[in-house]
């Protein structure tokens, strides 16, 4: 008779060791590379969905402010050769005196100033080409705003024995230096108000670069139509004795703005630079045989005093005159200007 099969003991599990490997645990959910993708994915067509409304708004704006704004009626315009300038003027004798502004100014910034010049001058404030109301001629370069000017003379016979003060405003001390090295015989003197005729540090073009159409266009127009930040920006250059612009004041800086001249202007600007003379034209302007004066706010913040020295010597100017203001000094102190030119210019 068979014996029943002996059970055997199945042997003892072995003792861990270091090398055992332990029970799965489990990794991180959701965070591998499908998952990665399409979080990137969803992110680039959210950057797209943001690029293209953003643009879409930006070319809405810009369809919405086409156009320019009405030039008044009342306006004294000149042509002569192929400028039409538009111009003010004060006073009805004695030696003239032209007034130029500089950038984002026209004629009219010149009011207060003309008006004190005016009681013993015949005194003439233009609108450069691509700001303000006259005829906007390319190029907007700095040599071709000072024919400009002497196209001015030239049509009100501002010439000879009636050769004129130029005085130039922040950017458009360099229009002025530029017309008074080109005519030096036909210039009285040449006067630098705020500003040493040398370029702004660092590139504009990088600017345009950064910032290009339609963004440019859309920012640049909504900036010259908000009321609130060309108040800010007058107050911040024109210091606390100026009183806010009344709503009238602030129509006359902002309307000229708003033309398609000055936005030709900027994009030109923003290629080549504001205008700016060369160390070579600095030197011509020198050696003229032309009277020259710098004129600056005590605490101007665009031009510093050794930046004024520098440019007086440059040109060939008695020690700086300073008065008290910042950038806009022609509206902040018109009276302490007008004497600093009867002391230089004395009537003759």
Not at 34 to 60: D, F, K, N
Not at 65 to 85: E, K, M, Q, W
Not at 213 to 225: I, N, Q
Request: one cysteine or more; charged letters at 15%.
């Amino acid at each position: 008779m068979e014996s029943a099969p002996t059970a055997v003991a199945a042997p003892p599990p072995p003792e861990p060791t270091d090398a055992t490997p332990g029970p799965a645990v489990p990794g991180p959910v959701g965070f591998g590379r499908p998952r990665l993708q399409r979080l990137v994915r969803r992110a680039a067509v959210a950057v797209l969905a943001v690029a293209v409304l953003a643009t879409a708004a930006s070319v809405g704006v810009n369809q919405a402010t086409a156009g320019s704004a009405r030039r008044p009626d009342d306006l004294l315009l000149v042509r002569s050769g192929p400028f039409t300038t538009r111009y003010r003027t004060w006073g009805t004798s004695g030696p003239p005196v032209v007034l130029v502004p500089g950038a984002f100014e026209t004629a009219d910034a010149y009011d207060a100033l003309g008006t004190v010049l005016g009681a013993d001058h015949r005194v003439f404030a233009v609108d450069l080409i691509g700001t303000g109301w006259s005829d906007p001629v390319a190029p907007f370069s700095a040599g071709h705003m000072a024919e400009q000017v002497l196209a001015f003379l030239d049509a009100e016979g501002l010439t000879g024995a009636d050769a004129p003060i130029l005085v130039g405003h922040s950017s458009g001390a360099a229009v002025v230096g530029l017309a008074g090295a080109a005519r030096p015989g036909e210039v009285r003197g040449v006067v630098f108000l705020d500003g040493d005729a040398l370029p702004l540090a660092g590139p504009p073009a990088v600017a345009r670069t950064l910032f290009p159409d339609p963004y440019r266009t859309t920012a640049l127009r909504l900036g010259v139509r908000a009321g609130w930040l060309i108040q800010r920006i007058y107050q911040a250059q024109c210091g606390p004795s100026c009183p806010p612009l009344s709503p009238q004041d602030l129509q006359r800086w902002q309307a000229p703005l708003q033309q398609q001249g000055f936005e030709a202007l900027l994009d030109h600007q923003l290629r080549h630079g504001i205008p700016a003379m060369t160390g070579t034209e600095l030197d011509r302007l020198h050696d003229a045989p032309t009277a020259k004066l710098v004129i600056v706010g005590v605490g101007d913040p665009a031009i510093s005093a050794a930046a004024a020295r520098a440019a007086a010597e440059r040109i060939g100017a008695p020690p700086v005159v300073t008065v008290p203001g910042r950038h806009l000094t022609m509206i902040s102190s018109p009276t302490d200007i007008a004497a600093a030119l009867a002391t230089a210019f004395p009537t003759r």
